[in-house]
T-cell receptor, first 112, second 111 residues
Framework: GENVEQHPSTLSVQEGDSAVIKCTYS??????FPWYKQELGKRPQLIID?????GEKKDQRIAVTLNKTAKHFSLHITETQPEDSAVYFC???????????FGTGTRLTIIP | EPEVTQTPSHQVTQMGQEVILRCVPI?????FYWYRQILGQKVEFLVS????????KSEIFDDQFSVERPDGSNFTLKIRSTKLEDSAMYFC?????????FGPGTRLTVT
C-alpha cells in the first residue's frame, strides 16, 4: 500500500519568512495530493491540493509543487503570519475517491 | 458553505461497551469515510463507503467495527465492544469529486 513520509516534524519560522514542508510517497499510482491544516482540537481543513497532471499550483500565499518522477511534493507558504501556526498534513491517494494516506504531520510555529 | 457535522463531540465510555458515532455528510456527496487520529499522531483511514456498501477498509477496521447509512442523511460508525486502545478522535469525511471534507470529530475516551 501507499506510504507517505513527511519532513520536518516541527518547523519554526519568523513571521514574514517562508516555510517549506516536504512529503514523499511510494505508490506511483497515486495521482491526487491534498494538504490539510489542523489547528489544535479542530478538524483537518483542506487548504490546497494538486493532481498529477500539473507540476505546481498556487493560491495566494500557498503553493504546492509535485515531482512525479521523484515521487515528492512540497507545500510552500510565503509571508507567514501567526495564524499559519498549526499542524500541516500531506496526503496521497489514487484519484477516484480512494482513501487518503496521510503523512505524519508538521507542527509549524510562526514566531512574531 | 455546507459542512460535515458529527455528534457527539465527546463520548466517554467504559471498556466493553458499544458506542455509535454519528455523522451527517455534505448533502450532495456520495462517498463517505471514517478516519481516526490517536492524540498527537497522524490521521489513519478506517473505512470508505459508497452506494450503500463498504468500498475499502483498513486492517484497523476489524469485526468490532461496522458502518451504516440508516437514512438519507446520517452515516454511523459503531464500535461493538470498546477497548482502551480505541480512545482517539474519530473523523467522518465526505466527498463528491476528489476533495474530502472532514467533520469536527468525536473524541472517544474509553476508560
Amino acid at each position: 500500500g501507499e506510504n507517505v513520509e513527511q519532513h520536518p516534524s516541527t518547523l519554526s519560522v519568523q513571521e514574514g519568512d517562508s516555510a517549506v514542508i516536504k512529503c514523499t510517497y511510494s505508490d506511483s499510482a497515486s495521482n491526487y495530493f491534498p494538504w490539510y491544516k489542523q489547528e489544535l482540537g479542530k478538524r483537518p481543513q483542506l487548504i490546497i491540493d494538486i493532481r498529477s497532471n500539473v507540476g505546481e499550483k498556487k493560491d495566494q500565499r500557498i503553493a504546492v509543487t509535485l515531482n512525479k518522477t521523484a515521487k515528492h511534493f512540497s507545500l510552500h507558504i510565503t509571508e507567514t503570519q501567526p495564524e499559519d501556526s498549526a499542524v500541516y498534513f500531506c496526503a496521497a491517494t489514487n484519484f477516484g475517491n480512494e482513501k487518503l494516506t496521510f503523512g505524519t504531520g508538521t507542527r509549524l510555529t510562526i514566531i512574531p | 458553505e455546507p459542512e460535515v457535522t458529527q455528534t457527539p463531540s465527546h463520548q466517554v465510555t467504559q471498556m466493553g461497551q458499544e458506542v455509535i458515532l454519528r455523522c451527517v455528510p455534505i448533502s450532495n456527496h456520495l462517498y463517505f469515510y471514517w478516519y481516526r487520529q490517536i492524540l498527537g499522531q497522524k490521521v489513519e483511514f478506517l473505512v470508505s463507503f459508497y452506494n450503500n456498501e463498504i468500498s475499502e477498509k483498513s486492517e484497523i477496521f476489524d469485526d468490532q467495527f461496522s458502518v451504516e447509512r440508516p437514512d438519507g442523511s446520517n452515516f454511523t460508525l459503531k464500535i461493538r465492544s470498546t477497548k482502551l486502545e480505541d480512545s482517539a478522535m474519530y473523523f467522518c469525511a465526505s466527498s463528491g469529486d476528489s476533495e474530502q471534507y472532514f467533520g469536527p470529530g468525536t473524541r472517544l475516551t474509553v476508560t
